[in-house]
């Protein structure tokens, strides 16, 4: 009788562990999923001229003016494409960005690349910054 009962106790013993380890695993992996979903965030949002500026140091990002070419004559942030908003192959031309790099966005006041910025997330670009104020706010001129 004590051997069956000590056989009980084991399997008992060894069946709370084993499930104290699955529990272990599934919490880690719950973490692991919860972190990568995390970096696959997206980002899409309105910052003022300083964090733009320093976002334009930053590696493979795109610099895309919105306006028409005529106001991108005028001046225009070093390093940036012109894709006007109201051209007819605006979505054509962003659809030859990669979604994966950060894309640096704005327009005249913030009208049309706050509507740009829209329309990339949702077309599935990861990362959006939009120039609050736009270039006519744009102090480093």
């Known amino acids: 009788m004590n051997k069956i009962v000590g056989i009980v106790v084991a399997v008992v013993f060894m069946s709370s562990c084993s499930d104290a380890q699955t529990h272990k695993a599934e919490e880690k ?10 970096k696959e965030q997206v980002i899409n949002k309105v910052v003022d001229a300083k964090t733009f500026k320093a ?9 895309i003016d919105v306006r ?3 106001e991108y ?5 070093e390093g940036s494409t012109n894709i006007d908003y109201f051209g007819k192959d605006f979505q054509t031309k962003l659809n030859t960005l990669d979604k994966s790099k950060p ?10 690349s706050g509507k740009a910025a829209k329309q990339m997330k949702k077309m599935g670009f990861m990362v959006v910054y939009d120039l609050r104020g736009g270039y006519n706010n744009w102090p480093f001129k």
Do not use: D, F
């Open 73 to 77: 004559a005028q001046g225009n942030i």
């Open 29 to 38: 992996h719950h973490s692991e999923t919860h972190a990568q979903k995390e």
């Open 103 to 112: 894309v640096l966005v704005y327009c005249a006041v913030g009208g049309r």
């Open 55 to 63: 976002k334009l140091t930053e590696e493979n990002v795109q610099i």
């Open 68 to 70: 028409t070419p005529n």
